[in-house]
């Protein structure tokens, strides 16, 4: 009942910053906890930030703390993640979820929808 597509992923030069949107459909997107999370080549999905369905709660991943911020726009049904400071490291296709809870959760596993995933280069 919740499908997610993700867009704003390219290439950019380390130390510049991307913003990545995740358009959202269904009826309970508003009290849906969100959630980004990346995989890098040869890992695994890897949490990177999560915000509830109240969009004062929001959690990140030590590795980007500080650099990346999550929002959403309710009344554009759209999740939103400024990367900034980009690292090499960053490199990875990211995915956003979502999950019918108001809860947040690092988990990939507990995340029930998944878009199809955004590119990510950062280049040294």
């Known amino acids: 009942q919740v499908q997610l597509v993700e867009s704003g992923g390219g290439l950019v030069q380390a130390g510049g910053s991307l913003r990545l949107s995740c358009a959202a459909s269904?009826?309970?997107?508003?009290?849906?906890?969100m959630g980004w999370f990346r995989r890098a080549p040869g890992k695994e999905h890897e949490f990177v930030a999560a915000i509830s369905w109240s969009v004062t709660t929001t959690r990140y991943a030590d590795s980007v703390k500080g650099r990346f911020t999550i929002s959403r726009d309710n009344a554009k049904n759209t999740v939103y993640l400024q990367m900034n400071s980009l690292k090499p490291e960053d490199t990875a296709t990211y995915y956003c979820a979502a999950r019918l809870s108001v809860v947040i959760t690092t988990a990939n596993h507990e995340y029930t929808y998944w878009g199809q995933g955004t590119q990510v280069t950062v280049s040294s």
């Open positions: 269904g009826r309970t997107f508003s009290r849906n906890a």
